[in-house]
């Protein structure tokens, strides 16, 4: 009886050695296992033995022989799976190697570098981000800016009027906004002061592209409202920013000049290490009657705004000759930066 069970163990075994397929080794698990099987018929025979101990050495052999034929059973199958996936990866494989050449990796367009360094230096500054709609009503984008209807800094703006009535507005007095200074009365209009903001965000004017405008383009207005706030805050700020976000050998200064909706106005350039002078942006006291139309009291509070082009700080930053070269999509230009 032991021989019989030991001669079916090994022709199990080799069986199972045999099998080439997974389908293979599912089907000897029934045939091998399965109450019909060769092992499992010697069970049968146990009854016949004449002594208690050949029934039970008999009844162990038959289990090892079980427990043998099912553990190689299944370290066949792992073998003959992973050999499967294999072949199933070699066949899917695919020849990248073109792309593996030059690895690349896309990145910010240059307009949104310079937008997301000008939001760091501000928040390292103290400021939070502040944002508006773009298209916005002609009280918010020129009135409550101190720029009635007929005042003659309109016509400075080249206006995109839209055939839409905002709540409360006329069919022709929404606009896509001139400049982000609507954002200034937005906030004020939102909270009290204490109010240090700056507003990034596009703006829409009608000017022929050339190497110096575009229609649409991108600016950054700063907004301070507190108690005491005087030009020497505003030069300060200036300068901080300069040196924060040119280095340390660059410096600022403010020149005299005129905006509706501060007063005193200035513009304030930046001076290179060679020692030229870069005109970069308009600034000033926020005129009392803007404070006003923000519900602000002048008598009670005080404060600066200035404002500049994203785009052209990035053409100066990187000496781009055509601003329009920013807007093409040409890679080209665009894996420069």
């Known amino acids: 009886m032991i ?6 163990r090994g022709a ?8 080439d397929s997974l389908e293979s080794i599912a ?3 029934t045939q091998l296992l399965g109450k019909k099987g060769s092992i499992a018929q010697l069970k049968t025979k146990l009854g016949g033995l004449a002594t208690v101990d ?4 008999a009844g162990q052999a038959v289990n090892e022989a079980m427990q043998a034929v099912s553990s190689a059973l299944a370290a066949r199958r792992v073998e003959l799976g992973t050999a499967a996936t294999a072949a199933r990866v070699e066949a899917e494989r695919l020849d990248l190697t073109e792309f593996a050449v030059k690895p690349e990796r896309g990145h910010a367009h240059l307009v949104t570098q310079s937008w997301e360094r000008l939001e760091d230096v501000f928040i390292g500054l103290g400021f939070q981000v502040a944002e508006g709609p773009e298209v916005e009503t002609d009280w918010h984008n020129f009135e409550a800016l101190n720029m009635p209807i007929g005042h003659p800094a309109r016509g400075e703006w080249d206006t995109l009027f839209l055939d839409h009535a905002a709540p409360g507005e006329d069919v022709g007095r929404t606009v896509l906004r001139t400049h982000t200074s609507p954002v200034q009365i937005r906030t004020m209009l939102s909270g ?3 109010i240090y903001i700056v507003a990034p965000g596009r703006v829409f004017r009608r000017d022929t592209p050339d190497a110096t405008h575009m ?5 950054i207005e700063g907004l301070v409202v507190d108690r005491d706030i005087t030009m020497a805050d505003l030069a300060g700020t200036i300068e901080a920013f300069t040196k924060a976000f040119f280095g340390a050998d660059f410096s600022s200064r403010l020149r005299p000049s005129y905006f509706p909706f501060t ?14 002078w870069l005109e970069l942006g308009g600034c000033g006291m926020v005129h009392p009657n803007v404070l006003r139309h923000g519900g602000i009291d002048p008598e009670e ?3 600066f705004a200035f404002g500049f082009g994203i785009d052209r700080m990035a053409v100066m930053r990187h000496d781009v000759a055509d601003i329009r070269d920013m807007f093409v999509n040409d890679i080209r230009f665009a894996e420069q930066f």
Request: charged fraction near 25%.
């Open 301 to 303: 509070w005080s404060g």
């Open 3 to 8: 021989a019989d069970i030991s001669a079916a």
């Open 12 to 19: 199990a075994l080799a069986q199972i050695e045999a099998a």
């Open 54 to 57: 050949e029934k039970k050495a």
């Open 263 to 276: 007063e005193p106005s200035a513009e304030f350039d930046i001076q290179r290490p060679d020692g030229s």
């Open 27 to 29: 089907a000897l698990d």
């Open 215 to 219: 229609p649409v383009f991108h600016q």
């Open 192 to 194: 009290m002061p204490p």
